[in-house]
Nanobody
């Protein structure tokens, strides 16, 4: 099993910054993609940013220019630096990894438990 543990959420005023971190552990052969998703109350979970093993990044239009995703392949960690936060960024943020446990395993999605980010106006 692959476990993902997030840290770094909290309460911040609009315009402020937060940094989310996620560490993957357990039985890991290879991680293809690591990323962040979020879910606001009453809304569907949506992509925030992803970072592929080939160092390609993808961002939701709503966070481009404000959020930066980074990844440390050696440590199996992914970080989301969030600047210029807005009240509409308030949500539970989930770490995601597409990983294989063994060399012959299929790549499956794994999720962290989520961390709350609240941006006050």
């Amino acid at each position: 099993q692959v476990q993902l543990v997030e840290s770094g959420g909290g309460l911040v005023q609009a315009g402020g910054s937060l940094r989310l971190s996620c560490a993957a552990s357990g039985t890991i052969y290879h991680i293809n993609v690591m990323g962040w998703y979020r879910q606001a109350p009453g809304k569907q979970r949506e992509l925030v940013a992803t970072y592929t093993n080939g160092e390609l990044t993808n961002y939701a239009d709503s966070v481009k220019g404000r959020f930066t995703i980074s990844r440390d392949n050696a440590k199996n960690t992914v970080t989301l630096q969030m600047n210029s936060l807005k009240p509409e960024d308030t949500a539970v943020y989930y770490c995601n990894a597409i990983a294989a446990e063994y060399s012959r395993s299929s790549y499956l999605p794994y999720w962290g438990q989520g961390t709350q980010v609240t941006v006050s106006s």
